[in-house]
């Protein structure tokens, strides 16, 4: 079956550090490959998502491209800000109709101290 | 474009209720899709439906039911309550193709005492 794995949290960093989050995936078939995230007391936002191998998703200085060799999607942005702070999912989805549903990862808390 | 809309935000109901949550989703989605999220299991799929017929289901007891309507709108229900049914239920809405991404709502916080 279909698996998302990300690095544990908490990852805290200082304002203006280099951000990297791991996910690795395992699917049947080519995934479509997102990052979503989560503030406190919210649903979950769309941040970026690529649907082929060698894709770079972008989206407010957060990218993530899929390796598919290395069946990876690291999420990454070059300076956080305090406002970044939220948890972050990794989540695949498969295109066959009887198998849409998104699979998670446990989830990246990032704490950003100014 | 309103966004999706999940009620009521919070809920609190006793062991052995039931509870019927809703969502409505973006104007011209037709896909709605149902998650369950807990700290200690995550985010977990319950189940999808999309133009009224129930297209996916995760693994849960059959105490978990939904429907959906010919607007789109979906309901779930959960029967006989259980302390572990404690989560905030997500509510995500997609055109329906094979690519297009969910959008979730702000889920419904429910919890059993």
């Known amino acids: 079956g279909n698996s998302v794995t990300q690095m544990e949290g908490p990852v805290t960093l200082s304002e203006e550090a280099f951000l990297t989050i791991n996910c690795t995936y395992t699917a049947t078939g080519y995934p479509s490959l997102f990052w979503y995230v989560q503030y406190p007391g919210e649903g979950l936002q769309l941040l970026l998502k690529a649907t082929k191998a060698d894709d770079k998703g972008s989206n407010k200085g957060f990218e993530a491209t899929y390796r598919k060799e290395t069946t990876s999607f690291h999420l990454e942005k070059g300076s956080v800000q305090v406002s970044d702070s939220a948890v972050y999912f990794c989540?695949?989805?498969?295109?066959?109709?009887?198998?849409?549903?998104?699979?998670f990862g446990s989830g990246t808390r990032l704490q950003v101290q100014p | 474009k309103a966004g999706v809309t999940q009620t009521p935000r919070y809920l609190i109901k006793t062991r052995g209720q039931q509870v019927t949550l809703s969502c409505s989703p973006i104007?011209?989605?037709?896909?709605v899709s149902w998650y369950q999220q807990t700290p200690g299991q995550g985010l977990q799929f319950l189940f999808e439906y999309f133009s009224e017929t129930q297209r996916n289901k995760g693994n849960f007891p059959g105490r978990f039911s939904g429907r959906q309507f010919s607007n789109s709108r979906s309901e779930m229900n959960v029967s006989t309550l259980e302390l572990g049914d404690s989560a905030l239920y997500l509510c995500?809405?997609?055109?329906?193709?094979?690519?297009?991404?969910?959008?979730f709502g702000q889920g419904t916080r429910l919890t059993v005492v």
């Open positions: 995500a809405t997609a055109s329906g193709g094979p690519n297009t991404e969910a959008f």
């Open positions: 104007s011209g989605h037709r896909s």
């Open positions: 989540a695949s989805r498969t295109g066959d109709t009887g198998r849409r549903a998104l699979t």
